[in-house]
């Protein structure tokens, strides 16, 4: 059996040693467009996709840096190659752990030119986060952990269809690499 997967795009990609060249901003956007946000218990369909965009939106909406709104767009993109894994899991998966990290980190310096610094990856962190509580608040009712600040980049949570998540993706994904000078990354 080969230590591979098939992407979207035919490439073979090798989640535990990835390389540059095996990482597709399209595979992304794609895979990321038919993932489920919470392990698919939310009533209707949300998918990574949509999460990554709003978390973006977000960011921008704050006015952080582009390369910060950029790498909240890319956050999830090693759930492309690895699939998800929920909070409660996930923690106690050192090496899933490490393997989602240094995915993550091929994909940023592919995308970002470097990987993130501290202050970078806590902002991206709080972005996660507040978007996190806002869907489990309005998909289940439910307020994990403490309250967030109001979201100001006007979300709306609903389904989008798969193609339009995946085009949205692509599309802010264009906007901030341009924003943050990130040229080279447009030839995807």
Known sequence: MA???TTYSKIHMTPLEPKAEQISIRD???????????NGHFPEFYS????????????????????????CLLHDGAEAYMSDV????????????????ACLAVIYRKYLGRELDEAEEGLVREMDDTLLYHEFYHYMGERLGEE???LLGGQI??????AEAER????KFVYWSEQSGRVENLYF
Do not use: N, W
């Not at 949570?157 to 798969?162: D, K, L, S």
């Not at 949205?168 to 599309?171: A, F, H, I, R, S």
């Open 86 to 101: 929920t909070r409660p899991v996930k923690k106690h998966m050192d090496f899933y752990r490490q393997a989602e990290d």
């Open 28 to 38: 992304i956007a794609h895979a990321l467009s038919l993932l489920s946000r919470a």
């Open 148 to 150: 967030k600040s109001l």
């Open 3 to 5: 230590d591979y997967i």
């Open 48 to 71: 990574v996709a949509q999460h990554c965009i709003h978390c973006c939106e977000e960011a921008g909406a704050r006015g952080y840096a582009p390369r910060v709104c950029l790498a």
């Open 168 to 171: 949205l993706y692509l599309e």
């Open 157 to 162: 949570f609903e389904t989008v269809p798969f």
